[in-house]
């Protein structure tokens, strides 16, 4: 093996005569010095392509793609559960609305019953949402108004509840008084026998204050309360034999006297019609007969004005 050096400086040249084992050294490490370099790139390469494609490898692309699928499902899923449920929530909405504008008719016509004057209550005031047959529509709803509107409802609602317990209240009152007013006869059956006032005693045949007025009948017939109240007395008492005494307030009081059997005790509240005692004798009586009283602020007064006058 020849190799000749050329040299610019001197403009001549030398050539040096390799051996056979000299040379082919020299070809290895001018071969080592090229290829290994070389290998090191073609290594990267090969290196960088494997991981580009490791990433876009075709299984991988098919997981993700199922996922994204998935999580579509999902999403498509709570969009339709939320929809229903907004629609659900609608036609609760609506119905509130039919029990609302039912519960102001109710409430109309209660005010006219009770001549309750104008003006006290507002049942006439429409619902501010307009009736049930408002169009549902599952797009029309934005979720702010629609809470808006069933907290208006609620409202709505409570201050009918509030307008309807004052009324009731009110009613109930009324009826109260209707019912402790005393009017009518303390019998169903039989006929007044003896009036309140002066009369001759039936024992003595002088004459006598008679505080009552009396009722015959047949025995055991029914005595009725002629007002609600409470009894204060059931019982023996001198003269007025078996005696029931019911206090109606405001200073009220009746009595029913000569009973064959009271059916009432101390304590019990009784209404007005109630059957109180069986009609008999007891005491100091002549026949069966009811002897009733009524008393206003502990004096015995006439007891015909109240049993003529009309049931209010
Ligand atoms: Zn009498």
Redesign the pocket.
């Known amino acids: 093996m020849k190799i000749i050096i050329l040299s610019k400086k001197y403009g001549n040249c030398r050539s040096i005569n390799l051996g056979i084992w000299s040379g082919a050294l020299l070809s290895v490490c001018l071969a080592c010095l090229i290829g290994v370099p070389v290998a090191a790139y073609v290594t990267y390469l090969k290196l960088v392509s494997d991981s580009k494609n490791h990433l876009l490898e075709p299984e991988i692309r098919q997981v993700w793609a199922e996922r994204l699928q998935e999580q579509e499902i999902l999403i498509e899923q709570a969009r339709q559960q939320a929809e229903s449920k907004l629609a659900a929530l609608t036609l609760r909405v609506a119905e509130l609305q039919t029990r609302l504008v039912r519960i102001d008719a109710l409430g109309e016509r209660l005010t006219t019953m009770a001549k309750l004057d104008n003006g006290e209550f507002d049942f006439s005031q429409p619902p501010a949402l307009g009736g049930p047959e408002q169009e549902i529509s599952g797009d029309s709803f934005s979720p702010p108004d629609f809470s808006h509107a069933i907290e208006e409802l609620a409202q709505q609602i409570e201050n009918r509840q509030h307008q309807l317990e004052t009324l009731e209240a009110l009613l109930a009152n009324r009826k109260l008084e209707n019912d402790v007013f005393i009017a009518g006869r303390p019998i169903t059956k039989g006929w007044m026998s ?1 009036r309140y006032g002066r009369r001759t005693d039936p024992f003595t045949g002088r004459i006598a204050w ?5 009722f015959a009948g047949k025995e055991g017939s029914d005595i009725i309360a002629v007002a609600a109240g409470v009894v204060v007395w059931s019982g023996e008492r001198s003269g007025y034999g078996h005696m029931v005494e019911i206090n109606h307030g405001k200073g009220f009081s009746t009595r029913y ?2 009973n064959k059997e009271n059916l009432v005790k101390v304590g019990d509240v009784v209404k007005k019609g109630q059957i109180i005692a069986r009609m008999g004798t007891s005491g100091r ?1 002549t026949g069966h ?1 009811v ?3 009524v008393y206003k602020n502990g004096r015995a007064v006439d007891p015909s004005s109240y049993i003529h006058r009309a049931s209010r």
Request: aromatic share 8%; net charge negative; charged share 15%.
């Open positions: 003896s008679h505080s009552g007025v009396d006297a000569h009586s007969h002897h009733f009283e």
